[in-house]
């Protein structure tokens, strides 16, 4: 009997917390979230205070929108072991507001920057350089989240405005080919009056991204946001080449193409009013709420149908090429003339 009970024993224990993470990784791969739990919660009852299984746990649970619960369990992650690894902390700078996230994402950079002395003082290798651009990267992306939050919670404060160009003139010095901050610098520069500045830093930033290919691209956010920006800039062939795209791979996003409709105002009434048509039936389709959206549209829809119609005399007069020499009226008599002189 004992030896059986010794065999129950041993088979439950069968399995390490690193197995029980890999599997759970698995089953999570496999779109199979609520039995890949089970077993990020063995591996904590086998070993409650492993860091690396309140991580993947913590993880997890913002995967599925659970961030209260994340939260607790990164928190505790923190308490056990506070110097283990960044990624917690990134984790907890998005979960947090204001100062509270700052003091997070400048913790967590800390230990990436730790990290990176460390690799510096290795010798040369391919696996050196490697680590070494990928920590870089980190940080720099790191250190937008920070200008993020003071360009958001903390955009009262005082320091608010010379603290994020620090942040950011970081990010850019860890990671030169990264977009992300110059586009962010180009909108802090708009907002400053520096407009000649801001499409310096826009033009760099996008041509971080514009040839890559598309999986190597930013995400569709971040594309949005800067024809958006380069509209602002009156720069409307650049930012609707970047909608045209991004209609390409999703052409259901009423937004882009109000924008898109907006960027051909001036240029082309009639393609303006062909997207500003298929906005208004994307959000009539989607039945969105977004009020204020849907002014806009309603309003762009009015302009550009006034615009078209205002180009209806011109092609009357086309029209009129046919007509006989009887219609000698006021209307259209002129618009005649050139066609009776070819005569």
């Given amino acids: 009997m004992e030896g059986r009970s010794s065999k129950k024993k041993s088979s439950q224990k069968q399995y390490t917390v690193e197995q029980l993470l890999a599997k759970a990784e698995e089953l999570l791969l496999a779109y199979n979230p609520e039995l890949a739990e089970k077993f990020y919660k063995r591996a904590l009852e086998q070993e409650p205070t492993n860091s690396d299984a309140l991580d993947a746990y913590g993880s997890f649970l913002l995967e599925v929108d659970r961030f209260d619960e ?5 928190l505790k992650s923190i308490e056990v072991a506070p110097d283990a690894d960044s990624a917690k902390y990134m984790n907890m700078g998005q979960l947090s507001e204001g100062q509270e996230a700052i003091k997070h994402f400048s913790r967590g950079i800390a230990i990436m920057e730790e990290q990176l002395n460390e690799v510096q003082q290795l010798k040369p290798s391919k696996s050196k350089k490697e680590t070494m651009l990928q920590l870089r990267q980190q940080i720099s992306a790191a250190y937008c989240s920070i200008a993020e939050v003071y ?7 005082e320091q608010a405005e010379s603290e994020c160009e620090r942040v950011l003139n970081a990010a850019i010095s860890f990671d030169p080919d990264n977009a992300e901050p110059l586009q962010t610098l180009a909108s802090v520069r708009m907002s400053q009056q520096r407009a000649p500045e801001a499409l310096e ?3 760099k930033s996008y041509s971080k991204w514009r040839d890559l290919e598309h999986d190597e691209q930013p995400s569709l956010e971040f594309r949005h946001n800067a024809a ?6 009156d720069q409307h062939e650049t930012a609707a080449e970047i909608w045209e795209i991004i209609i390409e791979e999703d052409d259901s996003i009423a937004e882009v193409y109000y924008f898109l409709g907006l960027s051909y105002k001036t240029s082309s009434p009639t393609d303006c009013f062909e997207c500003a048509t298929k906005a208004k039936q994307l959000l009539v389709a989607s039945q ?4 204020l959206l849907q002014q806009q549209v309603d309003e762009l829809l009015a302009e550009a149908d006034a615009a078209v119609k205002g180009q209806l005399p011109s092609m009357d007069a086309d029209e009129g ?6 219609d000698d009226g006021d209307d259209g008599g ?7 002189m070819d005569e």
Avoid: I, Q, W
């Avoid at 969105?288 to 009020?291: I, Q, V």
């Avoid at 090429?321 to 009887?326: N, V």
């Fill in 334 to 340: 002129s618009a005649d003339g050139p066609d009776r």
């Fill in 228 to 233: 958006k920006l380069l509209l602002e800039m």
């Fill in 70 to 74: 994340a939260k607790e369990v990164f």
């Fill in 151 to 157: 360009l958001t919670d903390e955009c009262f404060e």
């Fill in 288 to 291: 969105c709420d977004d009020a």
């Fill in 201 to 203: 830093l826009m033009n």
């Fill in 321 to 326: 090429d046919d007509a006989e020499d009887g």
